[in-house]
C-alpha cells in the first residue's frame, strides 16, 4: 500500500507563491510517476502537473504552464510544486496521485493511489 501526504497549503494574495509538498511511503517511490491535481467547489477534478519518475520529463495543464513548476526527490520520497504569480481561480483542494512509472498521464485515471489533499486559497 501507498500512502501520500500532502502539505504547504494555505491562504496568500493574488500574485503571491507557495510550494506544496507531498511525502510518499509504502514502496519504492521512485518507481512512480507523480502528479498534482485540483479541484475547485462545484468542479470536477482537474489535471496539474506531472513528473515522470525519473525527474527528466514533465507535463502541465495551459492554465498553470509558466506558474507553476513540479520537481521531485527520490532521495525523499517526496514530490513538489512550485506555484507563482497565484490567481483567485487557482484556488481549490490540491491532490497528489501516484501512478505506473511506464507513461505521464494527466488523466485521473492514470493513476492509483491519492493523497487527501491540501486547501490553497488565492484572495483578490
Known amino acids: 500500500q501507498v500512502q501520500l501526504v500532502e502539505s504547504g497549503g494555505g491562504l496568500v494574495q493574488a500574485g503571491g507563491s507557495l510550494r506544496l509538498s507531498c511525502a510518499v511511503s509504502?514502496?519504492?517511490?521512485?518507481?512512480?510517476?507523480m502528479g498534482w491535481f485540483r479541484q475547485a467547489p462545484g468542479k470536477e477534478r482537474e489535471f496539474v502537473a506531472a513528473?515522470?519518475?525519473?525527474?527528466?520529463?514533465?507535463y502541465y495543464a495551459d492554465s498553470v504552464k509558466g506558474r507553476f513548476t513540479i520537481s521531485r526527490d527520490n532521495a525523499k520520497n517526496t514530490v513538489y510544486l512550485q506555484m507563482n504569480s497565484l490567481k483567485p481561480e487557482d484556488t481549490a483542494v490540491y491532490y497528489c496521485?501516484?501512478?505506473?512509472?511506464?507513461?505521464?498521464?494527466?488523466?485521473?485515471?492514470?493513476?492509483?493511489?491519492w493523497g487527501r489533499g491540501t486547501q490553497v486559497t488565492v484572495s483578490s
Open positions: 513528473i515522470s519518475w525519473s525527474g527528466v520529463s514533465t
Open positions: 496521485a501516484a501512478g505506473p512509472s511506464g507513461s505521464i498521464y494527466s488523466t485521473a485515471r492514470g493513476y492509483d493511489y
Open positions: 509504502g514502496r519504492t517511490f521512485s518507481r512512480y510517476t
